[in-house]
């Protein structure tokens, strides 16, 4: 089946006059040509319907849709020599209908993100707290709440990388045992003052090196021991 031809609308660029009524059209207006005829909104027979700007796609979709009449509304850009879309003509009642169908799939949307930020977040928790867990079983004497702070950062630093949820069922411990000596350089070396003074990072590394290993060692001893 041939796609139906769009009715166009045109801007008028210059002051005229309806070839039908001898109604003066001012520039600005709408009019619609019958040939090299032009004629107002009302001799075309197109003066019930409204004008919906273009710049939401869904929007004018869906009112084009439901409007048993629209026409393209054009003007001239004298820069880029062309006729531009500006927007649709539709029944006033389309636009109203298409509106509240946007609504409504912006409701659905919002409801899907709020789950899915639900789900993310109960993952996240229970991620979290077995990253905690293998920290505190392999390292028994750090101090505490410090296996929370560990899994916690790791959990941020992961979070949307596609690896994650490999990664959380794992725990690898090799990653686990990076994330600690991470941590154990920024919060109790003075690594971050070093990078504070200029110093480049592999320097700033080398010279808490001895600090981090002695640390992790310290919190690997079993409490008591």
Same mark, same amino acid.
């Given at each position: 089946m041939a796609r139906k031809k769009e009715l166009v609308v045109f801007i008028a660029g210059r002051e005229g006059t309806c070839s039908d009524c001898g109604k003066q059209l001012a520039r600005g207006d709408f009019l619609k040509l019958e040939g090299d005829k032009p004629? #107002?909104? !009302? #001799?075309? !027979?197109? !003066? &019930?319907? +409204?004008? *919906?700007?273009?710049? !939401? +796609?869904? *929007?004018?979709?869906? +009112?084009? $849709? @439901?409007? &048993? *009449? =629209? +026409?393209?509304?054009?003007?001239?850009? =004298?820069? %880029? $020599?062309r006729y531009e879309r500006q927007g649709i003509l539709v029944e006033p009642a389309a636009i109203a209908r298409a509106a509240a169908a946007c609504s409504a799939d912006a409701d659905l949307r919002a409801a899907r993100r709020e789950k899915a930020a639900t789900v993310r977040a109960a993952r996240d928790k229970a991620y979290i707290s077995r990253f905690a867990l293998t920290v505190r079983r392999l390292y028994p004497a750090c101090p505490?709440?410090?296996? &929370?702070?560990?899994?916690? @950062?790791? #959990?941020?630093? @992961?979070?949307? %990388?596609?690896?994650?949820s490999a990664a959380a069922k794992e725990l690898d411990e090799q990653a686990i045992q990076l994330a600690v000596r991470a941590h154990i350089r920024h919060r109790f070396t003075t690594y971050d003052e *070093?990078?504070?003074d200029g110093w480049y990072r592999d320097d700033a590394r080398s010279a808490v090196r001895a600090d981090v290993e002695a640390i992790s060692a310290q919190w690997r001893t079993e409490k008591g021991a």
């Open positions: 004629l #107002c909104m !009302d #001799c075309a !027979d197109l !003066d &019930h319907l +409204a004008f *919906l700007p273009s710049g !939401d +796609a869904a *929007l004018t979709r869906r +009112a084009t $849709k @439901y409007s &048993h *009449l =629209s +026409a393209v509304v054009v003007t001239w850009s =004298s820069t %880029r $020599k505490a709440g410090v296996e &929370h702070e560990i899994a916690e @950062y790791a #959990c941020l630093k @992961y979070s949307g %990388r596609v690896g994650r *070093l990078l504070m």
